[in-house]
């Protein structure tokens, strides 16, 4: 009784959704989290089977690629999309794995939702293509100054291709015709945090 009460108190004050299915899909039990994910109560949950979850097309390749693969203690983790009451659909992280309760074998599966992550992820992708993309030359170093990443506008003005400015300093572009004091300016500015704008005369790779 004891352990029963422990497992109830998890399942429901768990921040992820948590369900348990038999072998043949149905689901006997989740928390209200689930049930809220999903806009379903926990009464309509407990009738439905776990394929029903996710749209009809992904809900057979993923049954065919992950079902008859399930071991005991042993987590498999992929993403997929849920389908809410509603016709909603939104991207979650599930882990699932056989677990034995008595005699019995079932599929508990564990799914956060990861909408606001995939949102970063493209502004990141967006982001990092239009750095790529840029017209105007883009140079990233660590705080040592060694050259972390370029792109393409680099190599095309520089001469340098990425594996060859990678890990170097930037002095490699250094013509000898600008002061050094502009130099030491333009870092002490910079690793302050703060933008240093101006005008330098570089030197190409030939």
């Known amino acids: 009784k004891a352990s029963n009460e422990r497992y109830k108190t998890v399942m429901q004050q768990a921040g992820d959704a948590i369900f348990l299915c038999d072998m043949d899909g149905n689901i006997v039990d989740a928390n209200e989290k689930t049930a809220t994910s999903l806009g379903y109560s926990l009464k309509d949950l407990l009738r439905m089977k776990a394929f029903a979850l996710v749209p009809p097309a992904l809900a057979r390749k993923q049954k065919a690629q992950y079902w008859d693969k399930f071991e005991l203690g042993k987590m498999l983790e992929f993403e997929t999309v849920f389908l809410r009451k509603d016709g909603w659909k939104f991207p979650v992280e599930i882990n699932s794995g056989l677990v034995k309760i008595g005699n ?15 949102k970063s992820e493209e502004k990141i992708r967006q ?18 100054g060694k050259i972390q990443y370029v792109n393409k506008k680099f190599t095309e003005v520089s001469g340098y291709s990425a594996e060859e400015a990678l890990g170097q300093n930037p002095r490699i572009l250094k013509s000898g015709k600008m002061p050094d004091n502009l130099y030491k300016e333009l870092w002490e500015t910079i690793t302050a945090g703060k933008e240093w704008h ?3 005369i570089n030197r190409k790779k030939d």
């Open 198 to 200: 101006g005008e330098l």
């Open 104 to 118: 019995e074998k079932y599929v508990l599966s564990i799914a956060r939702d990861i909408s606001e992550r995939k």
């Open 127 to 144: 982001l990092s293509l239009g750095v790529e993309q840029s017209p105007a030359s883009i140079v990233i170093t660590d705080l040592d």
